[in-house]
């Protein structure tokens, strides 16, 4: 807040991966906004589906036995494409709703299976879940767990380590612990990949236990991982998976919940027992037929498959930073995700490093995420591996800008 009081960056139009400000200067944007626009900016195909639909159904809800066709449309593609068994999908309008819903989900599961006892959550540092009410409490990344007290029985775990994991839920009793929370890649806690064999551990000691196992694909599904809920690249099949922000490219705000058929049992299958939750906009027409629409176009355009081709792209490009003098690692290597940590000695010297930095690539044109301790990078799968040249040469001018005191 206090920083916008001397000055604002405001965008103006954007087209395929390049944004313009307010002066007419252009950027590459680096970032796909938040994480968000896989597809790359101003695509037709999805601004008319969405007029199309605002023109024969602007907007109702979906409450009860309500519906809408887009919703119902999407749902179903949603599901063929989840992995796992018998997916129900409930629709949210983003990240947040869509965290909060998994977990008062996960508590009512139990409570309707006769093991009300089971409200433990657990998630993972470093890991970012949004900033909701359930998001801030799972929340790995500790300048994000602000405005507490949190909600009760949350606990964190090593981000690298499933024996933490298991001596956790052993620690707090198997039988009060409901649901294990994790990002395939850890996206704004780092960009930090697992281990090998890390979530495929992780999942199995959560079956053996009974515990739920909740993906959160916000940042890393819809083709960032180069398949649709990333947690299918390590043959993990979870209980819930979250999505949000690239279903539809970021066109419209559209989240969900996608849960396997047992979890959905006790509320669909059973009469009278009503899962009291939802927000407003869950299910809007005109954020499903983005979805519907966006769907169609990354499997025309194979940006699946291209996410995974250019992966090793991104990274081979980033390592040529590794020898910088403010860098201290570079990570990426699973989907089209880079992370540049920077030297532990200058971040704690200026803790505003990341931002500084950042503000430095975008002078040479470009726009990268700064973080805690790291920079982000998840360019629109629309990139190209000249565009990924300049992207990296963008950043190395920046690193050396703040290096050498002249930025």
């Given amino acids: 807040m206090h920083q916008v009081r001397r000055g604002r960056f405001t965008v103006t139009r954007a087209q395929d991966v390049w944004i313009w400000d307010d002066t007419g200067r252009r950027y590459l944007d680096g970032t796909a906004a938040l994480w968000y626009c896989n597809a790359g900016h101003g695509r037709q195909e999805i601004i008319d589906a969405i007029t199309q639909q605002m023109k024969q159904l602007d907007a109702y809800q979906i409450f009860g036995d309500f519906a809408n066709e887009p919703a119902l449309r999407l749902a179903d593609a949603v599901a063929e494409r989840a992995p796992m ?46 900033t909701h009410g359930f998001g801030t409490a799972l929340a790995g990344i500790p300048a994000n767990r602000v405005a507490g007290p949190f909600v009760p029985d949350v606990v964190q775990v090593a981000h690298d380590d499933p024996t ?17 929370f994790a990002e395939p890649v850890i996206g704004a806690g780092g960009v930090i990949p697992p281990p090998p064999g890390y979530l495929e551990s992780a999942a199995e000691i959560c079956q053996r236990h009974g515990v739920l196992f ?17 947690i299918e690249r390590f043959g993990v099949r979870p209980d819930m998976v979250v999505f949000a922000k690239a279903i539809t490219s970021g066109y419209q705000p559209l989240g969900g919940v996608v849960v396997s058929g047992r979890v959905a049992a006790p509320f669909w299958e059973e009469p009278g027992r009503a899962f009291r939750h939802g927000p407003t906009y869950a299910g809007h027409p005109a954020a499903c037929a983005a979805g519907l629409a966006n769907i169609a176009l990354m499997e025309r355009e194979g940006l699946l498959e291209r996410a995974t081709k250019l992966e090793g792209e991104l990274l081979s490009r980033l390592q040529t930073l ?18 540049v940590e920077l030297d532990a000695e200058r971040l704690a010297a200026e803790p505003g490093l990341p931002g500084r930095v950042a503000g430095a690539a975008r002078e040479h044109g470009v726009l990268i995420r700064p973080m805690i301790s790291s920079l982000g990078f998840s360019p629109p799968l629309t990139v190209t591996e000249e565009q990924l040249d300049l992207l990296v040469d963008a950043v190395a001018a920046g690193l050396d800008d703040v290096h050498t005191g002249t930025a």
């Fill in 85 to 130: 068994d018998d997916a129900k999908v409930f629709f949210t309008s983003g990240g947040g709703d869509s965290i909060d819903t998994a977990g008062k989900l996960a508590r009512a599961y139990f409570q309707a299976t006769g093991e009300p006892e089971r409200t433990v959550l657990i998630s993972r540092e470093h890991g970012y879940h949004g």
């Fill in 164 to 180: 933490a994991l298991e001596k956790t839920i052993v620690d707090h009793g198997p039988e009060r612990v409901a649901a294990f």
């Fill in 214 to 230: 909740v993906a959160d694909a916000v940042i890393c599904g819809f083709g960032r991982l180069g398949n649709w809920f990333a």
């Fill in 322 to 339: 590794a020898g910088h003098p403010l860098v201290s690692q570079v990570r990426g290597g699973v989907g089209l995700l880079g992370g």
